[in-house]
């Protein structure tokens, strides 16, 4: 055993030393992967500094100035009165300063961290990190198995115990995060999944993946910009561009811009790469998870691999997110509560789509009275249900940094509508059925409705079925007449998520059939508008917007 383990860490480290130095690894790295980093990152800086040289000139009215772009990233509404600050402020030298006797803050964690690195764009690049990760990996395992014999330990240990030591963690996390596409929507897909069945290792992962986030430096930007909106791209479409993103998601960052007419705007740039690679890093992060024993098998991970597949490409289509956009301003035209932004489609193409600047605040992040909170609940839980029974389309990511509160347009503001999709007729009229058969507190029917839409296949034990029918009945309390009476529901009250969670165990293990494809999105949506009701600790009259808009009778 020992020498099989010894064995296998120096095939390991041999592997590792190769692929490090080997100057043909290197070289065929080097070639293959478009991005050129360093090259084009040093023509690039070049570039920049001979334009900046050349309006530091005596005719360059601001040179008295301390101005340090040559163009301006802050944006301003016409008709706003801008000024430039250009005398110095005054400093009273005859008052002495007296010493500080406040003790200097503790610094803060972060909420979210940008760092700039090159994104790996080609194919065979990105298969080179994931087969790095997968190594590196393997050879910790290998030499955590070795310390913990070597020092004497008889107790077995088992593959997921190896392979979620501090260090493998620590290079998971820098890897995705580094890698984004995939990686990024694997993770946001899990991080729905309740927290009490996935490892505490796999949730700290998934924790520091979602709070940093790499960005493209100056010339692989430049690259994809010039790609999608040719040439001078810069001066032809915008007043002023922010280089640096206010935002990096999975397969692509935001930055502030102002149109040629001073409109605000936002441009979101994708990832090289990514949409070309979806398949191999899907298929290389299937690899890692499933060798490592990380995630119960209960969760059906190749079904939601195959689901991340899908929408990880419409989402990596920005023709299509343009469309979502135009087809959800229309359906909410007259809604006097939500707006949507608007589509610049001059300055959008395959990988570039820029659009309107929203002005509202992040909903969980404004210092809002409590009776705005629950304003705020009831109308997004008033667009879910709309979207499921009357639009049958669904922006499906409940990430609530999508949803912002203008409070001078009094509006609810909406985002990212890349994993906007549509449901079927018959989808909708059978899982509608499913609702109202829960909220009349009709268990039979909810177990027949079940077996219709595929969630149950008539051959579960006897405990699976019952905990999947008390999750749906848990779901439709919040609708109920027989539970509410008529009043509104406290989501602070409410014990709905705890029961649902305490039945997640016993269908982790006992479920035959993975559910419908359509609910990993759809279930997805609503779990995160009751958690974010809940997060608002809001009051909500669902019963009566059920009633609205659903509808209590078939």
């Known amino acids: 055993m020992n020498i099989a383990e010894g064995s296998a860490k120096i095939v390991s480290q041999d592997v590792c030393d190769f692929y490090r130095n080997s100057k043909l690894v290197n070289s065929i790295q080097s070639h293959c992967d478009s991005s050129k980093p360093m090259w084009d990152e040093a023509q690039t800086l070049s570039q920049q500094a001979r334009r900046q040289a050349a309006r530091n000139t005596n005719n360059n009215p601001f040179n008295g100035f301390q101005q340090t772009r040559p163009y301006s990233t802050k944006s301003f509404y016409p008709g706003e009165n801008v000024s430039l600050d250009t005398d110095p402020v005054p400093v009273n030298t005859n008052v002495p300063v007296k010493p500080s006797t406040i003790e200097p803050e503790k610094p803060k964690l972060r909420e979210f961290e940008l760092t700039q690195s090159e994104i790996p764009s080609s194919r065979l690049a990105r298969i080179f990190h994931y087969g790095s990760l997968a190594a590196n990996m393997s050879l910790n395992a290998a030499t955590q198995g070795l310390k913990h014999y070597a020092s004497g330990n008889t107790s077995p240990m088992t593959m997921k115990s190896l392979f979620l030591s501090p260090k493998n963690i620590e290079s998971m996390a820098r890897k995705f995060s580094k890698m984004r596409g995939a990686a990024l929507k694997i993770g946001q897909m899990l991080s729905f999944q309740d927290a009490s069945i996935l490892p505490k290792e796999v949730q700290q992962i998934l924790l520091r993946v979602q709070n940093s986030a790499h960005y493209m430096p100056p010339g ?45 705007v936002v441009v979101k740039v994708q990832y090289p790469g990514v949409a070309n690679s979806i398949d191999s890093d899907l298929n290389n992060m299937l690899m890692i998870l499933t060798a490592s024993s990380l995630l119960p098998a209960g969760l059906f991970l190749d079904k939601t691999v195959a689901n991340a597949r899908v929408e990880l490409k419409w989402e990596c289509d920005y023709i299509r997110e343009a469309q979502n956009l135009i087809r959800m301003r229309e359906f909410l035209k007259d809604d006097e509560v939500f707006a949507v932004p608007r589509v610049f489609h001059n300055a959008c193409g395959e990988h570039v789509i820029t659009m309107e600047r929203m002005r509202g605040t992040e909903i969980v992040k404004g210092n809002w009275d409590q009776s705005t909170k629950n304003w705020i609940a009831t109308q997004i839980m008033r667009l879910c249900l709309l979207e499921i029974k009357e639009f049958k389309f669904m922006q499906t990511d409940p990430n609530w940094a999508n949803f912002l509160f203008n409070e001078k347009t009094n509006k609810i503001e909406l985002l990212d509508f890349g994993a906007a999709r549509d449901y079927s007729d018959k989808f909708i009229v059978n899982y509608v059925r499913l609702l109202r058969a829960a909220v009349k507190k009709d268990p039979k029917k909810v177990e027949d409705l079940s077996f219709e839409l595929g969630y149950l296949t008539g051959l579960e034990s006897p405990a699976m079925t019952q905990a999947h029918v008390d999750s749906v009945m848990c779901l439709g309390e919040a609708f109920s007449p027989i539970d509410n009476n008529g009043h509104p529901f406290n989501f602070t009250k409410q014990t709905i998520t705890d029961r649902v969670k305490g039945n997640i165990g016993l269908m982790l293990s006992e479920r035959l059939t993975p559910p419908p494809e359509e609910t990993y999105s759809l279930h997805r949506k609503l779990s995160g508008v009751f958690l974010l009701c809940a997060r608002l600790n809001a009051t909500v009259p669902c019963e009566d917007l059920f009633r609205e808009i659903v509808g209590y009778e078939d």
């Not at 930007?221 to 007043?239: A, S, Y």
């Open 220 to 264: 692989q930007l430049e690259r994809v910009m010039v790609g999608d909106l040719g040439k001078n791209w810069r001066e032809r479409l915008f007043t002023s561009f922010d280089d640096v993103p206010i935002a990096a998601a999975s397969i692509g960052q935001v930055h502030n811009a102002v149109t040629e007419d001073l409109t605000p």
